[in-house]
């Protein structure tokens, strides 16, 4: 249940474009157990909701960020 709460912030948040709340709370989810697909396919609905300059300005920074910590967290742990 809160790593919904979280991805509903980082969902909101990008929609308003304030990306580093929307990445806080992306990355938060993740740890929750949000998985990539799952925060792709709410930044989808963003994207349809609010354009495509939603994803220009802040939606891809936020898929991005979070492609690269789930990267580094599963380096880590092969370590």
Do not use: Y
């Amino acid at each position: 249940m809160r790593s919904t709460k979280e991805l509903i912030f980082a969902l909101l948040d990008t929609l308003i474009g304030q990306k580093a709340g929307a990445k806080n709370h992306a990355a938060a989810a993740l740890r929750l157990g949000l998985t990539l697909p799952e925060l792709a396919e709410g930044l989808v609905q963003v994207v349809m909701a609010g354009g495509i300059t939603t994803w220009n300005e802040t939606g891809a920074d936020v898929m991005r960020h979070c492609v690269e910590l789930s990267a580094s967290t599963q380096a880590a742990a092969g370590s």
